[in-house]
């Protein structure tokens, strides 16, 4: 998980990454998640006259964000010397991209871990704190191999021929690549994949008549797609149940 990830960066001597003050006031010396409730978001939650909280999902975030960024790699993208984690250069932005574009503009942010996490602390802080999160329509889908598979295995999206080159297919006779997440193809495909959780989502709602607040995006992600993307898997490639593209990942991307 993402604790034990910070945890590991914390203690060890070989990471040049040092915990800033807000780190620290966020998840204490511990870095227990407990400490986000008691130092952090009891600052921006708002009580009702009834005295329950409500805080918005941006102070979450924000916590997690900041707190959490010393987990990531020194290779990673970096913008104004800040490294960013689960964000890389695109492509086919740059290709399109105005003469005046600012580089943060070339960018896709996908905080896939971070995101896993926000919803995994949503539904805890709300069942047992009886909190209440608003603004949960702004979290995107997560774009991650089980959701991003299912498009694929499905014929939603393809990789364009020509694109991946020979010596990236470990074996030929699966016909599985096998991709660094800095790849095009890697972040084009998880890039699409969010798009289209949100289509998704949208349609399954307007089949059964639901609105966003009766079928959340998380459920869709939850019981449909993620849940689809690992049953389809195993049906086509059953002796590994592993996704149609490999993702070399080194376990702050997957």
């Known amino acids: 998980t993402l604790w034990s990830v910070w945890k590991v960066t914390r203690r060890s001597s070989r990471t040049s990454a040092k915990p800033s003050r807000r780190t620290q006031r966020t998840f204490g010396?511990?870095?227990?998640?407990?400490?986000?409730?008691g130092t952090f978001l009891e600052a921006d939650a708002i009580s009702n006259a009834n005295g329950a909280r409500r805080v918005h999902i941006f102070a979450l975030w924000t916590a997690l964000i900041d707190g959490l960024a010393p987990i990531w790699p020194a290779t990673r993208t970096s913008l104004g010397g800040v490294s960013l984690g689960d964000v890389w250069p695109c492509d086919a932005l740059k290709a399109h991209a105005a003469a005046s574009a600012s580089e943060g503009d070339k960018l896709v942010p996908f905080h896939k871990l971070t995101g896993w996490t926000t919803y995994s602390l949503v539904e805890a802080i709300e069942k047992v704190l009886g909190w209440k999160f608003e603004g949960l329509e702004h979290m995107t889908g997560l774009p991650e191999y089980r959701n991003g598979a299912l498009l694929v295995d499905l014929g939603v999206l393809s990789l364009r021929p020509g694109a991946i080159p020979a010596s990236c297919f470990p074996?030929?006779?699966?016909?599985?690549?096998?991709?660094?997440?800095?790849?095009?193809?890697?972040?084009?495909?998880?890039?699409?994949?969010?798009?289209?959780?949100?289509?998704?989502?949208?349609?399954?709602?307007?089949?059964?008549?639901?609105?966003?607040?009766?079928?959340?995006?998380?459920?869709?992600?939850?019981?449909?797609?993620?849940?689809?993307?690992?049953?389809?898997?195993k049906q086509k490639r059953p002796a590994t149940g592993g996704p149609p593209i490999d993702i070399e990942s080194d376990g702050t991307v997957f």
Request: proline share 7%.
């Open 29 to 37: 010396d511990s870095a227990h998640p407990g400490s986000l409730v």
């Open 171 to 233: 074996n030929a006779g699966s016909g599985i690549p096998r991709l660094p997440p800095s790849h095009p193809a890697i972040i084009e495909w998880r890039a699409m994949t969010v798009i289209e959780l949100d289509r998704i989502a949208d349609e399954i709602r307007k089949q059964l008549g639901l609105t966003r607040e009766q079928l959340s995006l998380a459920q869709v992600l939850e019981s449909a797609t993620w849940k689809g993307g690992h049953e389809i898997a």
